[in-house]
């Protein structure tokens, strides 16, 4: 069974670095093929994509966030991280970790972790 | 980047009736291989996304076959054969053939 949790702050100032960590289980992203990816949802709004990294340790962002983003993993204790610096109260949303796999994307999802930035 | 379009934005139905969401790409989503990354997800109400369909057609693991997807190119559609009370929630497609990834704005289903 293919399970994810995310854990972050919870709440953070304006301009913070926010850290979140997606630890999952029932899957290696030593696997060929494996991937993390992470989404945001602003309340009462839809969907963001924002990164994903891939088991060769391939990364992709999302263009929008420019250079805020940094993702990267930890193999050995089955758990995926994401970096977004200068946070600004328009960043406050549930963000979430998903798992992708070659052609099946988002196929689990976490429950999600609730971040709101605030002075 | 590409925009994808849902409609309707909001759909009620009964139990038991049919019902389809459309969803319309700015941009081919069939890419130089041949593949068209088209996925539907469902979130219910204070839950996480899950995957419906991927690949345009396929069911995902544990969706029950009253959904199916369909389409090419830029229209793409989402049916469910006989609503059930549990399927409440907003439908949101989803395409990977460009970059970024993106998601349409979402199709609330309610259920009258």
């Known amino acids: 069974q293919v399970t994810l949790k995310e854990s972050g702050p919870g709440i953070l100032q304006p301009s913070q670095t926010l850290s979140l960590t997606c630890s999952f289980s029932?899957?290696?992203?030593?696997?060929?093929?494996?991937?993390v990816g992470w989404i945001r949802q602003s309340s009462g709004k839809g969907l963001e994509w924002l990164a994903n990294?891939?088991?060769?340790?391939?990364?992709y962002y999302n263009p929008s966030l420019k250079n805020r983003l940094t993702i990267s993993k930890d193999t050995s204790n089955n758990q995926a991280f994401l970096k977004i610096t200068n946070m600004d109260t328009a960043d406050t949303a549930t963000y979430y970790c998903?798992?992708?796999?070659?052609?099946?994307?988002?196929?689990?999802w976490g429950q999600g972790a609730s971040v709101t930035v605030s002075s | 980047d590409v925009v994808l379009t849902q409609t309707p934005s909001t759909l009620s139905a009964t139990i038991g009736q049919s019902v389809s969401i459309s969803c319309r790409s700015s941009?081919?989503?069939?890419?130089?291989?041949?593949?068209?990354?088209l996925y539907w997800y469902l979130q219910r109400p204070g839950q996480s996304p899950q995957l419906l369909i991927y690949?345009?057609?396929n069911l995902g693991s544990g969706v029950p076959n009253r959904f199916s997807g369909s389409g090419s190119g830029t229209d793409f559609t989402l049916k469910i054969s006989g609503v059930e009370a549990e399927d409440l929630g907003v439908y949101y497609c989803?395409?990977?053939?460009?970059?970024?990834?993106?998601f349409g704005s979402g199709t609330k289903l309610e259920i009258k």
């Open positions: 998903a798992r992708d796999t070659m052609g099946i994307l988002m196929d689990a």
């Open positions: 029932g899957f290696s992203l030593s696997t060929y093929g494996m991937c």
């Open positions: 990294i891939w088991w060769n340790d391939d990364k």
């Open positions: 941009q081919s989503l069939l890419d130089s291989a041949g593949n068209t990354y």
């Open positions: 690949l345009v057609s």
């Open positions: 989803m395409q990977a053939t460009h970059a970024p990834l993106t």
